[in-house]
Each structure stands twice: as C-alpha cells, then as structure tokens.
C-alpha cells in the first residue's frame, strides 16, 4: 500500500476509520523514537500519561508523548495495536518530557533512556498496596480472660493509633497471636493505615543571624527567587563560612512563593548534619532521595513529588530526573564535586543539567562551594553567573595554617607512612583532648601485592588492574569489576609459601600504623567498603561529631562538607596521589579541590586548625597554593592552562570508548570508525589508542578524543560521524561521552 505519510498519519489520527486516535508511545529502553498506538474508547492517553501497551512478546509500561520522536516510517494502520490500559499514576509534567528531549540531545543518549531514569520508581507504577494495623474498638467491653500481656497491649493502644500488629506486639513485648486474640474478641479491630504526609517545611519557624557578608548573598539569592526568572548564582564561600545557612534563605523565599525546592548533594553521608541543620530552619525534615530508599518510599515519594506534596527534596543527582510540576528553585551543593557526573547508561554532568533545567523553567539556580569548579569560576568571571562571595568563617576564626612536609627531606621510616613532624603534630592535639583527622584517598590496606621470590603481582583476570588487599575481608578485590578472592597462603605463580607482600598504604594499613603508635586513642575508620549501609554511616559520622573518637582515618568522604567542631589537625598521607593521572586535563584541580576541601575540616568553630601535606611535590602550584592559602593562584594557572589547550570551559571536549571481548577486533574497529571521522577545520580527533586501563569486566578498551571550540556543534559532528559508520559486531559497544570525566 504506497500511502503519502501526510495522509497516513491523518489516518492514524482518525484511527484508522474505527472512531480510534492513536497516540505516540515512548518506551523506556534504548531506542530513540516513540511507536503509535491506538487509544481504546473510555480510556483517558493525555500527553504524560504512563500506559501498559505490548511491545514485542511483552506488555510493558510507556510513556504518551505529546508529539512524534525518531523516524516516522508509513505503518500500515490496521496493523497498530491498542493500548492495553492506563496506569494509575501522576502524568509525566511536559516541562520533564522537554527536559528529558534536552538530554538526550546533549548527551547522544537515545530519548528512551532519559525516560528511563525518570521512572526510576517502579512502586510509583504498581496498584497501591495499602498497608493494615489494628486500634482500641472505642467503648468495647474487655474479654472475660485478661493475661498481663493483653493489659500491656491495651494500655499502648489506649492512645488511639493505629498500628501495625508487628509494631504493637513489639511495644507490648508479646507475640502477634495475643493481637489476634484481642481482635478476634472485638477489643481490637483491623482497619487500613492512613499514608503518612510528608513533612512541611515552614518557611517562617526560625530565623537566623547573619554576619554582614552573609546578609549581602542572603540579598543577593532572594532577590534572585523574586525575580521569577532564571538565573544562576555561584554562592563561593570558604568552608566554614555558612554557605548553607545562606542559600536555606533562597529556599524559604521558594517555598513561600509556592514552589518546589531540590537541594542536590553529591554525596548521601552530607545528609547527616544537612538535615538537622534544616529541620531547625525549618522545622521538618525535607524528603530525602537516595539509592538506599526501599521500593516503596520511592514510589511514594515519586508520586509526592508528582502531586505537590512533597515541597522540598535532599537527594542525589538522580533526584533531578522527579516529576516536579512546581519547582522553583535548584541548590548544588558542593558544586565542584565529580560525584555529579554520572558514566554508566546516559553520561551527563547533574551540575550543568540542573542549570538546563532551570532555564527550560525559568527559575534560579544557586551553586554552592569553598572551591567552584573551573567552568563555573569562569563563568561568574565573566558575568554569566551572578557571583555571592563569603570570604571568612562564620565562626570569625582564621582559616588553617598549613603546611607540606617533603618526602624528600623528611625521610620515612621503613614501612611507616606518616612523617615524623606528622606523628609529633598529632601527639600535641592528642594531649591537648582534640581530634585528627588522616586523609588518604585509597581504599583498602595496599594497592599491590607481589612475591618477593619470583616478582609475580596479583592482578584482576578480568581487567588489567591490581588487585587491592583488604585485609580486614582478608581478601584481594578489584575496584574496576568487583573481581575478589581470598588472600592466598603461597603465590599462585611459584608456588612460594609466605612470599606474598603488600607494597604501598591504603587507609587500612595508616590505621594499623597509628594503632601501632597510639594504642590509647580512639579510632574511627571512614571508608565506602568498611560501613555497611546509611544508617551505620551516619551514626559514625555523629560520632566523630560528638567527640567519641580520637583519631580519624578516612577516604574523600571524610572531604564532604562534614563538620566536626573537635577537629583541630588534618594530615594528608599522600598529596600527590591525585596528580599522578597525567592524561586527566582535570587531575590539578580535583587534587586542589581535594585538599583544600579536607585541610578546610580543621578548626572551624574556636580554634585556629593545622593541615600537613605530606608530598614529592612541594613546588607543583596545587601545593603552593595550598600552603599559601592563595585559591587565586591556582585559578589563575589553571584558567592560564585551560586557555593554552583550548581545554574546558575555553573548548570542548567528547570521548568515545570502543569494547569488545576481543583484542583485535577492537583494535580494528576503533580504527576504522577513525578514518570514517568527517573532515573539520576546527574539529580534531585524537587516537585512537588503547585505554590506559586497556581491560575491564574481560572487555578490551580502545579510546577516541574529540576536541573542538566551544562554539561548535560538537553533537551534530558526532552525529553525522555515528550515520558514517557501517552496522557493528554484536559484541562490539560504542560509549560516547561529552564532557568526560574520566580519562581512564
């Protein structure tokens, strides 16, 4: 049948002569098109609205799109199907559907994708399972046999609650059988429980003090909310200077003019301290949004956030992918942080998607740091951010005095890792009843293990990485797949019995050193790998707030905004560590960031704190910066830097990784999507090369760098590259990455 696609699509929206409209359908899967289907009569498919349709063999959940995505190929329209129903769920707000468009267009990733990520509720789309407890029958008599444990039941349930059986049974210290016993002699009676509401934050419970410098970015922010318009605000505050305090003013003035606020934090361990900082403020808690949430809080709370329910959200970068249909104001809290740029699936950077999304809704967005990341220090510099600056401490104490210890001088003793003008330092804050805090950012207790017999390294089968020992887990674990084994007794290569030797320090190996050295102090180890889940996490953390620990030895979740009021020295194991990635454009400021962030954990309330930094590299202006407090400084190089090689935010940067099981076959592949790369004046492609971590999870890794001006239409070079290239390998994958973090 040749019909015009004019006509045929006429045709589909008269359904096809069956008094039937079809709707376009976006699946949440990896295609960039949505699929027609004919709409059922009584059956209400408004743009937004989540439907069941079948999709291949299956019936799966999708999306009614307010127009055609992808090509449009002629269907003949007696062979569409029929949506299968409607799903009794909030509709997606158009301003999500335009965002998740945006993304998808930025980041090359296919449309289904995005919207996979905003569905990332699954309860949110399941009949709602309502939830029964048990409460006092008002004016019932007692039953003729009362035992202690029926009075004790009684008692609780006097009050009126209702309750979950388990709960009360629990209360009263009996079993749930005295429950049914209570009910089913009419004392008691099962009814549903109510869903709990979600907190509301007043914008008016309390006020706060603010120093002059303050009070200037308080103006600053609100004015920005009043505006009702967008805009972008850097809110650059040295640690310690109540940043948060200042940009909690913003969301009050948000949620009085009605709208939706959504703190981003890049990581969950800040909630901490966050939320009673804001449940003083405010007097409630604001609705966290994490990975640790069970099912069913996610759908809950996705549905709040659809409805309005929910006025203010804490969560991660995932948190911005909500259904808000009233948001009015994003905060990015410790904007600078890589934990924002997400690399698996869809790759984007949360810090830049939050301001898309502020401009698709005209609302102001803050970013919050004691160290800004470049792109958004030169965009403040040159006036496309408005810029609110808190240059001192709240507490009116003076920043750190900090200071690099030179390996090269300062010699270590053999198989100890911390200095000798370190050790003397920690002493003195030990005498003097203060907190330490060692800083290294690597896991585990050595990154190597080798045989002093025959040379042999332990190494991960599946990528070309070591594996790192955990001794704690008396186990050798790769940090790229997840590969572990148990510490073997001999080598595996030469059979050598006790030949195995772990070289250089992880946190687990500084902590046994410092038990070693300081047997009476109390030891509080921060690592992802060492504290089982959110709840354990934050008990450590308000530990160390409480002053139940002496000395503290953690990774970067030790750099995430944490105060600790009895914090007074800061010793950096390893300054150098983050410099070593050469081929990583971004390794200098990670390592600034890094280090200013933790020495910035010292003395933060009444007393002026002390950093050590221990190095091989005094004199790299990341050192010389810290130790001279001079942020300027190192600004001013990096810009200098960044300009020279046309490097982000002064170019633009794509990376595209080709996999496969098979050596060669990547090796040829990746060059031949190299030579099919279009010609361009002002855009070039560097490589391909082999991955410095050439094997990952059994995949070879071959890599393409494209770089361009920032000016130029780097998504539309990369998509007339993509229609140049033949079909692939099954086995083959293709990753595409603009503006990539990760050069590994």
Same mark, same amino acid.
């Given at each position: 049948m040749n019909v015009p696609l004019d006509?045929?699509?006429?045709?589909?929206?008269?359904?096809?002569?069956?008094?039937?409209?079809?709707?376009?359908?976006?699946?949440?899967?990896?295609?960039?098109?949505t699929y027609d289907?004919?709409?059922p009569e009584g059956i209400e498919a408004a743009p937004g609205a989540f439907v069941l349709v079948p999709f291949g063999p299956q019936t799966r959940i999708g999306i009614v799109w307010d127009g055609p995505r992808g090509d449009r190929k002629p269907v003949d329209p007696k062979k569409l199907k029929t949506l299968t129903s409607r799903i009794d769920a909030p509709r997606l707000p158009e301003i999500s559907m335009r965002f998740a468009e945006w993304v998808a267009r930025y980041s090359l990733a296919p449309l289904g994708m995005v919207a996979r990520m905003m569905m990332s509720a699954d309860a949110a789309f399941e009949p709602p399972k309502h939830r029964f407890g048990v409460c006092l029958v008002e004016g019932a008599q007692l039953p003729a046999k009362m035992t202690a444990a029926r009075t004790r039941v009684l008692e609780i349930a006097a009050d009126g609650l209702v309750r979950a059986k388990s709960d009360l049974a629990h209360i009263a210290g009996c079993s749930t059988g005295v429950i049914d016993g209570l009910a089913a002699a009419g004392t008691l009676v099962e009814v549903a429980i109510p869903e709990r509401a979600f907190p509301h934050p007043e914008p008016r419970h309390a006020s706060t003090d603010f120093t002059?410098?303050?009070?200037?970015?308080?103006?600053?922010?609100?004015?920005?909310?009043?505006?009702?318009?967008?805009?972008?605000?850097?809110l650059d505050g040295v640690t310690g200077s109540g940043k948060t305090e200042v940009y909690f003013e913003a969301v009050a003035r948000a949620l009085?003019?009605?709208?939706?606020?959504?703190?981003?934090?890049?990581?969950?361990?800040l909630t901490s301290q966050f939320l009673d900082r804001f449940a003083r403020r405010f007097g409630a808690a604001p609705v966290e949004w994490h990975s %640790?949430?069970?099912?069913?809080?996610?759908?809950?709370?996705?549905?709040?956030? %659809?409805?309005?329910d929910v006025r203010c959200v804490v969560g991660a970068r995932s948190a911005l992918f909500l259904p808000f249909c009233q948001l009015g104001l994003i905060v990015v809290d410790e904007e600078h942080d890589q934990g924002f740029k997400q690399e698996d699936r869809v790759h984007y950077q949360g810090r830049d998607m939050a301001v898309v999304r502020g401009n698709l809704g005209k609302f102001p967005v803050v970013l919050a740091s004691a160290t800004p990341s470049i792109e958004s220090h030169v965009n403040a510099l040159v006036g496309r951010y408005r810029h609110a600056i808190l240059p001192g401490r709240f507490s009116g104490v003076a920043m750190p005095d900090v200071s690099v210890i030179d390996l090269k001088r300062e010699k270590l003793e053999p198989g100890k890792w911390l200095a000798p003008q370190l050790v003397s330092a920690i002493t003195e804050t030990l005498e003097k009843g203060q907190q330490t805090l060692l800083f290294l950012n690597r896991r585990g207790y050595a990154p190597l293990t080798l045989c002093r017999s025959c040379g042999h390294r332990l190494e991960c089968p599946q990528c070309t990485a070591w594996l790192v020992e955990h001794r704690f887990k008396k186990r050798l674990t790769c940090h790229h797949c997840g590969f572990s084994l148990s510490l073997p007794e001999k080598c595996p290569k030469c059979a050598a019995p006790g030949a195995l030797v772990a070289c250089g320090?992880?946190?687990?190996?500084?902590?046994?050193?410092?038990?070693?050295?300081?047997?009476?102090?109390?030891?509080?180890?921060l690592s992802s790998d060492l504290i089982p889940g959110l709840t354990e996490m934050r008990e450590m953390i308000r530990g160390i707030e409480a002053r139940e620990f002496d000395i503290i030895i953690g990774t970067q979740i030790v750099a995430k905004g944490h105060n600790f009021p009895g914090l007074a020295l800061v010793g950096v194991v390893d300054g150098d560590l983050g410099l070593a990635h050469g081929a990583d454009p971004r390794a200098a400021e990670r390592t600034f960031q890094l280090l200013q962030q933790v020495t910035g954990r010292a003395g933060r309330t009444s007393f002026v704190g002390r950093g050590y930094v221990q190095s091989y590299s005094p004199?790299?202006?990341?050192?010389?910066?810290?130790? %001279?407090?001079?942020?300027?400084?190192?600004?001013?190089?990096?810009?200098?830097?960044?300009?020279?090689?046309?490097?982000?935010p002064y170019g633009r940067l794509a990376a595209i990784v080709i996999s496969a099981r098979d050596k060669a076959l990547t090796e040829t592949t990746a060059r031949d999507i190299s030579r099919r790369a279009p010609?361009?004046?002002?855009?070039?492609?560097?490589?391909?090369?082999?991955?410095p971590i050439a094997v990952v999870r059994g995949r070879h890794r071959w890599r393409l760098l494209v770089k361009a001006p920032r000016d130029a239409d780097l998504q539309g070079y990369l998509r007339d590259w993509a229609g140049m290239i033949p079909k692939l390998k099954s086995d083959i994958r293709i990753t595409v990455d603009v503006d990539p973090y990760n050069f590994l």
């Open positions: 006509s045929l699509l006429e045709i589909l929206d008269n359904g096809a002569g069956r008094g039937l409209r079809s709707v376009p359908v976006l699946m949440p899967v990896a295609l960039d098109q289907y004919l709409v002059l410098d303050q009070s200037r970015a308080v103006e600053s922010l609100v004015s920005a909310v009043d505006a009702e318009n967008f805009s972008v605000t850097l009085e003019a009605g709208g939706q606020a959504l703190i981003l934090l890049p990581e969950i361990a %640790a949430l069970s099912p069913a809080e996610r759908g809950r709370i996705w549905k709040g956030v %659809a409805r309005g320090p992880g946190i687990e190996r500084v902590q046994e050193e410092v038990a070693e050295r300081f047997p009476d102090a109390r030891l509080a180890l004199d790299h202006p990341v050192m010389k910066a810290i130790v %001279a407090g001079d942020r300027e400084a190192f600004l001013n190089y990096e810009v200098k830097t960044r300009q020279a090689g046309l490097l982000p010609q361009s004046d002002t855009i070039s492609v560097l490589g391909p090369t082999e991955a």
